[in-house]
Antibody, heavy 116, light 111 residues
Framework: QLQLLESGPTVVRPSETLYLTCSLS????????WGWVRRPPGKGLEWIGY???????KGNPSLANRVSISLDTSKNQFSLSLYSVTTADTAFYYC??????????WGRGITVTVSS | QSVLTQSPSVSGAPGQRVIISCTGG?????????VHWYQQLPGGAPRLLIY???IRASGVPDRFSASKSGTAASLDITGLQPEDEADYYC???????????FGGGTKVTVL
């Protein structure tokens, strides 16, 4: 059964790049497509972006082209880069596997705080 | 402001029925895109509950059901259980953002 696990720094300074990795077990990065969702404190879920295993990807326009998602087939993992972060990017971040538009499997999540 | 609109909270006693509504627009649910539902227990990650409007995900009890009509969708929980206390989110695809949109979430409280 596919399992996902997020990793990365839990504190990022303003204007720097948030970089998170999602590691897969029990499944291959070559199948499905892969995405990131976040939940800011006191708010609901927000789509960040996704990447197809074909290489195409899409980020949420509200994040103003600050999102990049990459796949590493050799390590069976995918990553999120969120550039020029501000305190508004403080949130719980989840990686997920998608299938036909819905999020089938989720990681347990990782909390990221943007603070100097 | 979420693209999909959900009521912030709903409550019920054990055994009762609660209905969670989700309202979209012409660029998502009204464009015939499916609605999906997720449950997020306190301190936990979201979990797929219902996909493609009305199909229960693996392991989801049959007390959960959902439907969609036009720009409106609903999640129905019958025989409410204490373990159903959670946040519930609807999600669809939106052609204006070319990606996923979520509702703001509905907190279900079991009295």
């Amino acid at each position: 059964q596919l399992q996902l696990l997020e990793s990365g720094p839990t504190v990022v300074r303003p204007s720097e790049t948030l970089y998170l990795t999602c590691s897969l077990s029990g499944g291959s990065i070559r199948r499905n497509y892969w995405g990131w969702v976040r939940r800011p404190p006191g708010k609901g879920l927000e789509w960040i972006g996704y990447r197809f295993n074909s290489g195409d990807g899409k980020g949420n326009p509200s994040l103003a082209n600050r999102v990049s998602i990459s796949l590493d087939t050799s390590k069976n993992q995918f990553s999120l880069s969120l550039y020029s972060v501000t305190t508004a990017d403080t949130a719980f971040y989840y990686c997920a596997a998608l299938d036909a538009g819905y999020y089938v499997t989720w990681g347990r999540g990782i909390t990221v705080t943007v603070s100097s | 402001q979420s693209v999909l609109t959900q009521s912030p909270s709903v409550s019920g006693a054990p055994g009762q029925r609660v209905i969670i509504s989700c309202t979209g627009g012409s660029s998502n649910m009204g464009a015939d895109y499916s609605v999906h539902w997720y449950q997020q227990l306190p301190g936990g990650a979201p979990r797929l509950l219902i996909y493609n409007n009305n199909i229960r995900a693996s392991g989801v009890p049959d007390r959960f059901s959902a439907s969609k009509s036009g720009t409106a969708a609903s999640l129905d929980i019958t025989g409410l259980q204490p373990e159903d206390e959670a946040d519930y989110y609807c999600q669809s695809y939106d052609i204006e953002v070319s990606g996923s949109v979520f509702g703001g979430g509905t907190k279900v409280t079991v009295l």
